[in-house]
C-alpha cells in the first residue's frame, strides 16, 4: 500500500494550495479518505473526509467554508483544495486511507497513511 502526497509547499496568508494524495496497493474506489495535520508540538487534527463514492464529506471546524475535499476514483487520487489559507494552517498535511467505505474524523479510525507534506503559510 502506497500513498503518496504532493502539493504542499510556502504560501502567503490569503492564498490557495491544492494537495493531492495518489494511492496504490488497495482497492481505493471502496475506501474513505480522510485529510489530517500535525504541527510541530501539536496534536494530530482531523481536516477532511470524504466517503468512497465522493457524495459525502466531512470537515473540520476549522477549515469549513475554506478546504475542499474531492476525489477521483479513476485516477486512484484524493485531493484538498486549500483556500483563504491562514497561518495557522501551517502544518504537515496527511493523506490516510480506511478499509472501509464510510468516513471517520479520528485518525485511529484509518488503516494507512502517507509520509505527508509541508504547508507553510507566511508572508
Request: glycine share 14%; proline share 3%.
Given at each position: ?98 478499509n472501509s467505505i464510510t468516513r471517520q ?19
Open positions: 500500500v502506497q500513498l503518496v502526497e504532493s502539493g504542499g509547499g510556502l504560501v502567503q496568508p490569503g492564498g490557495s494550495l491544492r494537495l493531492s494524495c495518489e494511492a496504490s496497493g488497495f482497492t481505493f474506489s471502496s475506501s474513505a479518505m480522510g485529510w489530517f495535520r500535525q504541527a510541530p508540538g501539536k496534536e494530530r487534527e482531523f481536516v477532511a473526509a470524504i466517503g468512497w463514492g465522493g457524495g459525502s464529506t466531512t470537515y473540520g471546524d476549522s477549515v469549513k467554508g475554506r478546504f475542499t475535499i474531492s476525489r477521483d476514483n479513476a485516477r486512484n487520487t484524493v485531493y484538498l483544495q486549500m483556500n483563504s489559507l491562514k497561518p495557522e494552517d501551517t502544518a504537515a498535511y496527511y493523506c490516510a486511507a480506511r474524523i479520528t485518525w485511529t479510525k484509518y488503516d494507512y497513511w502517507g509520509q505527508g507534506t509541508q504547508v507553510t503559510v507566511s508572508s
